[in-house]
């Protein structure tokens, strides 16, 4: 039974009533510990002890679920959320449109839904382990509290992901539940599942990138898994998209502060050098747009997908929005037209929906980024510059699907791998560009300061200040 508050009483906070089911709560007290020791072992290093200003759920109805207060890390109360959900939920797509939805996993779907909440529980610990050493080389107290502020949020949204896994999959899914904290991010012998979440996030930059671009698949892998059959599975990715949000605007706002702070020093002159003044110049930035771009479109997996039509005919995995943007939510009718690779050349290939419904999200997808691009735009126009940010076409620098093995320049274009090795460094953040922007990462924590390269932000957290101590330090130094 789902209630709107948060029994905090409990070991786990928790919204399900927890205590009636003995069995479950000691399997997850258990877990508990195991993911502790994670946290302590991969969670942000060198800040365990500090007092971070953070927002806790308290309950899940639209008004009133945060709660700000400060927190020391591991006291913080990860727990298990669950939006409520209508009476006779009826399914919403898919061959069993119009049935009732489940609440209990059906044996013939249990693969296939188990390995859709590993994907998704995988990458919440994975981004957390990649974020691990930003706080050394934080920008300000604002940026670091939020850093923090996202990594706890992962932790509860692996919390949301395991809770399914003991409650519905049995010891498949305690074992499953095990496992997530044993993989690592970029380690070679147990790496994460999905490429993207084994790339090193070492400078801010890439941070709010990643937390653009990355988070930005998370907000609709979700929102098609809100749609799900399985109303457990729909209830809690409800909630984690309400705490995704705000991960999407640290990301949207920091790329636009860097951008921001750029223009500012550039003072309306094209040309000027700002790496003169220790700030990252236009292209660069374009360069680490176009890198986390391309790699998280991959996390859409195959443009034409057997999976992607399974998933959604057996109604596990929806569209975005399904109820809402879609009129016809059988998908038996239709198709997309998909540029392919035939013979070495560029062609297009007409593919029935169903199998088309990576690309559908990817679409969405792809729109969201560009209306934040339209954003940071304007903030280049309004400081008198002339330069324009793009995104790369949705071909470009792919390593999973239909492009995957062939090299594409950022328009489009087919083009040989020898072009493309020549040319990649123009395009693509290189490492010359990389370690030029670590090497401006310096840690910045005197209250209401901020690093030279990026801007203050408009406002700070629920009100306060910009000089307000977003994170209170128990020791002084550190590095
Ligand atoms: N890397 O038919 P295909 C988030 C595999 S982010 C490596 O193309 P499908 C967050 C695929 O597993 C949201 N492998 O793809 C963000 C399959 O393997 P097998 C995460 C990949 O299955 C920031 C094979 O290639 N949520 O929340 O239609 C911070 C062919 O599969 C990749 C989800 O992903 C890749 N990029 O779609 C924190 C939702 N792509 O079976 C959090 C759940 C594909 O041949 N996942 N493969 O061994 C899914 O719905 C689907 O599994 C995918 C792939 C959309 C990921």
């Given at each position: 039974?789902?209630?709107?508050?948060?029994?905090?009483?409990?070991?786990?906070?928790?919204?399900?009533?927890?205590?009636s089911?003995?069995?479950?709560?000691?399997?997850?007290e258990?877990?508990?510990?195991?993911?502790?020791?994670?946290?302590?072992?991969?969670?942000?290093?060198?800040?365990?002890?500090?007092?971070?200003?953070?927002?806790?759920?308290?309950?899940?109805?639209?008004?009133?679920?945060?709660?700000?207060?400060?927190?020391?890390?591991?006291?913080?109360?990860?727990?298990?959320?669950?939006?409520?959900?209508?009476?006779?939920?009826?399914?919403?797509?898919?061959?069993?449109?119009?049935?009732?939805?489940?609440?209990?996993?059906?044996?013939?779907?249990?693969?296939?839904?188990?390995?859709?909440?590993?994907?998704?529980?995988?990458?919440?610990?994975?981004?957390?382990?990649?974020?691990?050493?930003?706080?050394?080389?934080?920008?300000?107290?604002?940026?670091?509290?939020?850093l923090?502020?996202?990594?706890?949020?992962?932790g509860?949204?692996?919390?949301?992901?395991?809770?399914?896994?003991?409650?519905?999959?049995?010891?498949?899914?305690?074992?499953?539940?095990?496992?997530?904290?044993?993989?690592?991010?970029?380690?070679?012998?147990?790496?994460?599942?999905?490429?993207?979440?084994?790339?090193?996030?070492?400078?801010?930059?890439?941070?709010?990138?990643?937390?653009?671009?990355?988070?930005?698949?998370?907000?609709?892998?979700?929102?098609?898994?809100?749609?799900?059959?399985?109303?457990?599975?729909?209830?809690?990715?409800?909630?984690?998209?309400?705490?995704?949000?705000?991960?999407?605007?640290?990301?949207?706002?920091?790329v636009?502060?860097?951008?921001?702070?750029?223009?500012e020093?550039?003072k309306?002159?094209?040309?000027?050098d700002?790496?003169?003044?220790?700030?990252?110049?236009?292209?660069?930035?374009?360069?680490?747009?176009?890198?986390?771009?391309?790699?998280?479109?991959?996390?859409?997996?195959?443009?034409v997908?057997?999976?992607?039509?399974?998933?959604?005919?057996?109604?596990?995995?929806?569209?975005?929005?399904?109820?809402?943007?879609?009129?016809?939510?059988?998908?038996?009718?239709?198709?997309?037209?998909?540029?392919?690779?035939r013979?070495?050349?560029?062609?297009?290939?007409?593919?029935?929906?169903r199998?088309?419904?990576?690309?559908?999200?990817?679409?969405?997808?792809?729109?969201?980024?560009?209306?934040?691009?339209?954003?940071?735009?304007?903030?280049?126009?309004?400081?008198?510059?002339?330069?324009?940010?793009?995104?790369?076409?949705?071909?470009?620098?792919?390593?999973?699907?239909?492009?995957?093995?062939?090299?594409f320049?950022?328009?489009?274009?087919?083009i040989?791998?020898?072009?493309?090795?020549?040319?990649?460094?123009?395009?693509?953040?290189?490492?010359?560009?990389?370690?030029?922007?670590?090497?401006?990462?310096?840690?910045?924590?005197?209250?209401?300061?901020?690093?030279?390269?990026?801007?203050?932000?408009?406002?700070?957290?629920?009100?306060?200040?910009?000089?307000?101590?977003?994170?209170?330090?128990?020791q002084?130094v550190?590095?």
């Amino acid at each position: 039974m789902v209630a709107t508050h948060v029994d905090y009483e409990a070991r786990i906070p928790n919204n399900v009533n927890l205590s009636s089911d003995r069995r479950l709560q000691r399997a997850l007290e258990r877990w508990l510990p195991n993911y502790i020791d994670w946290w302590r072992d991969m969670g942000p290093e060198g800040f365990q002890e500090d007092k971070i200003y953070l927002r806790t759920a308290v309950s899940v109805e639209k008004t009133g679920w945060a709660h700000f207060d400060y927190v020391k890390m591991p006291d913080y109360r990860w727990g298990i959320f669950l939006n409520p959900t209508e009476q006779d939920r009826k399914i919403g797509f898919g061959d069993h449109l119009g049935k009732d939805a489940w609440d209990q996993v059906p044996g013939e779907y249990r693969n296939a839904l188990r390995r859709i909440v590993v994907t998704q529980a995988d990458t919440e610990p994975a981004s957390v382990e990649q974020q691990r050493l930003l706080g050394k080389s934080c920008p300000s107290l604002y940026d670091l509290r939020n850093l923090f502020q996202v990594n706890v949020e992962e932790g509860r949204h692996l919390w949301a992901m395991v809770y399914l896994l003991h409650s519905y999959f049995g010891r498949d899914g305690r074992e499953e539940a095990e496992e997530l904290l044993q993989r690592r991010s970029g380690n070679p012998d147990k790496p994460r599942i999905l490429n993207v979440f084994n790339e090193p996030i070492e400078d801010w930059l890439s941070f709010f990138c990643f937390a653009m671009f990355t988070d930005r698949d998370g907000k609709y892998q979700l929102g098609a898994l809100a749609e799900s059959a399985f109303t457990p599975l729909a209830a809690t990715t409800q909630f984690m998209l309400t705490e995704e949000a705000h991960h999407l605007f640290v990301g949207q706002t920091g790329v636009e502060r860097v951008i921001r702070r750029t223009c500012e020093l550039m003072k309306g002159d094209n040309d000027y050098d700002v790496t003169k003044e220790g700030a990252i110049p236009l292209d660069v930035i374009q360069r680490y747009i176009n890198r986390w771009y391309s790699l998280s479109l991959d996390l859409f997996g195959s443009e034409v997908s057997s999976n992607g039509a399974t998933f959604f005919a057996n109604s596990l995995k929806g569209r975005f929005q399904e109820q809402r943007r879609w009129e016809d939510h059988v998908g038996l009718e239709g198709s997309k037209v998909l540029p392919v690779v035939r013979d070495g050349r560029l062609g297009s290939e007409e593919v029935p929906l169903r199998n088309a419904m990576n690309e559908v999200l990817r679409d969405e997808y792809i729109a969201d980024c560009e209306k934040a691009l339209r954003g940071w735009n304007k903030t280049v126009e309004k400081l008198g510059l002339h330069y324009t940010f793009t995104l790369p076409d949705r071909k470009f620098h792919r390593h999973q699907g239909e492009y995957a093995g062939h090299f594409f320049t950022p328009e489009g274009e087919l083009i040989d791998e020898e072009t493309f090795a020549e040319r990649q460094d123009e395009w693509i953040a290189s490492d010359e560009d990389r370690a030029y922007v670590k090497s401006l990462m310096h840690q910045v924590t005197e209250p209401g300061h901020f690093a030279h390269w990026i801007a203050p932000p408009k406002r700070g957290i629920n009100g306060q200040g910009m000089d307000f101590e977003y994170v209170k330090f128990t020791q002084h130094v550190r590095d």
